[in-house]
């Protein structure tokens, strides 16, 4: 076997993962789009309810990923609220995700802006448990996903049909 050979058998290989990798990739950024949306329909269960802003401000750290250094920004708004006469205290923002940060401080500071300590605000409480609850059904700013599952899955298929 020569090495032309060998090379000739690893292309084809190549050819073959090249697509599958790439709309892989871009069903998992799809589903990573998608999946807040289907959460989505199970916060519907979720109850209206007043509650007050105890504190709001942005929280600055440091991250270290890959030996760059990166400042991020996370807005934190610790709310109250009461059911059946027992106060909650929660910080929880969206219904879709644990946590929240941006390295871009404006997306940090909307939130500030929207929830002002004092202010009277609707959170969304679980009728079964009230501990769980948030303040909006889904983060903005993740129509990157869409955009690079779309992206990704478009290149396999062009990849895919010159290839095959």
Known sequence: MSIFESISDSLTIFDLI??????GFGILFLYLYLAPYIKLNYGKKYTPVGAK???SYIHEFHRTSSGRTSL???PVVEYE????GEKYISQKLFLTTRSYSSSIKYHAEEFQKKYTEGSVITAYVHPKNPEKSYLEPIMKYNFILLFMGTFLMIIGFIIYLIKY
């Open 81 to 84: 609220y009461e059911i059946d």
């Open 18 to 23: 090249a697509p599958l990798l790439f709309i």
């Open 72 to 74: 991020l920004y996370k």
């Open 53 to 55: 802003v105890l504190k």
